[in-house]
């Protein structure tokens, strides 16, 4: 038997105002253990000197997979995003935030999780550790990662804390190790409910990208998140590694992970976003109904029609409120 080659992957960087910590980001995708990846890092018309950061550091790296892009206007989280994927083309593609950090394996773990033999998905998702702005450990997971939080039980009294999950602690040198876990779920329920944590944790199929990445820079200058990952879900659904693969930093500045009392159920947002869901919901509906043919070629007459009822049913439903509640952090 011929073993297929691997497919490539795509990196997206999109970087404003964040010279702090775009270093970082770059140098954990430069680390990664799987080394067949092109790297596109957009700096998005900083006022600061992120791009001059980024120059140095790319000069110093001297690694062709890397390349800068500099806008001279600045177009928001899906207008740079939308520069990135142009100047890529590999069949999966990663988008990386300018102060977030990956493990060594993580391009390793979600590639070998796509390529799983059960289910074919149109994304990977995995958990991911807290830091603060120096890189100190804040928290060892997002509680709610992989959780159908409009469950009856969630306001539990007591709930139980799995003893593996525990890290052991290396005081001597100030350091925490956690087991490994390794245990995938997949994630076929069509709903519009957030059960992952940022498009930092995340590697998707490109082809679903095409299909579901907004038109429209202005509309989503800072929602492009919550679009693509619902409306991937919609669409093909994923399959969630339940383990930390990357580190999400708290460091003050975060457009929406801005409350400062972290701990327990407490959202990681301080702000009151108002009908910003419904909007959201508005437009991918807009969208579908402009592309029905497009989306009835990738889908099917038949799901397409389901994916349409659904999105309407979360527009005028009940659970818009608490719907807002669960995804308005990574806003």
Same mark, same amino acid.
Not at 160 to 189: E, F
Not at 219 to 246: C, K, T, W
């Given at each position: ?39 596109? #890092? ?71 999780? $796509? ?6 998905? !149109? ?14 450990? #804040? ?6 990662? !992989? ?34 876990? +390794? ?39 800072? $929602? ?16 969630? #590694? ?24 407490? $959202? ?7 009908? +910003?869901? !419904? ?53």
């Amino acid at each position: 038997m011929v073993n297929p080659r691997l497919p490539k992957i795509s990196v997206v960087v999109t970087c404003y105002n964040c010279r702090d910590y775009i270093g970082d980001a770059i140098r954990s995708v430069a680390r990664q253990t799987l080394r067949d990846f092109e790297c596109v #890092i957009v700096d998005d018309a900083s006022t600061d000197d992120s791009a001059a950061v980024v120059r140095l550091l790319l000069d110093e790296l001297a690694d062709p997979r890397f390349s800068l892009i500099r806008l001279d206007k600045n177009t928001g989280q899906t207008g740079a995003t939308r520069r990135g994927l142009a100047a890529t083309r590999a069949t999966f593609v990663c988008f990386l935030d300018s102060d977030d950090l990956w493990n060594d394996d993580f391009l390793e773990r979600h590639l070998a999780a $796509h390529l799983n033999e059960t289910y074919a998905v !149109g994304f990977t998702a995995c958990n991911a550790r807290l830091i603060d702005g120096q890189g100190a450990l #804040i928290a060892g997971c997002v509680y709610w990662f !992989g959780k159908d939080r409009a469950r009856a039980d969630r306001d539990q009294a007591f709930a139980p804390v799995d003893p593996a999950r525990v890290p052991k602690l290396d005081a001597a040198n100030g350091t925490a190790s956690w087991q490994s876990q +390794t245990p995938y779920r997949l994630y076929t329920k069509r709903v519009v409910h957030w059960v992952w944590v940022s498009t930092s944790s995340m590697m998707f199929r490109r082809s679903l990208i095409d299909l579901v990445f907004p038109d429209d820079d202005e509309a989503f200058r800072l $929602h492009m998140d919550f679009y693509i990952v619902v409306m991937a879900q919609m669409v093909a659904g994923s399959l969630l #590694i339940d383990e930390a693969l990357y580190s999400y930093r708290l460091h003050g500045r975060n457009g929406a992970a801005d409350n400062p009392v972290l701990g327990g159920r407490l $959202h990681l947002s301080s702000r009151n976003w108002g009908d +910003t869901h !419904g909007r959201m919901l508005d437009r991918m509906l807009a969208a579908m109904t402009r592309d029905r043919e497009r989306f009835i070629v990738a889908l099917g007459d038949r799901q397409y029609r389901r994916m349409v009822l659904r999105m309407r049913a979360a527009r005028a439903g009940p659970l818009l409120g608490g719907a807002l509640i669960v995804w308005s952090w990574l806003i």
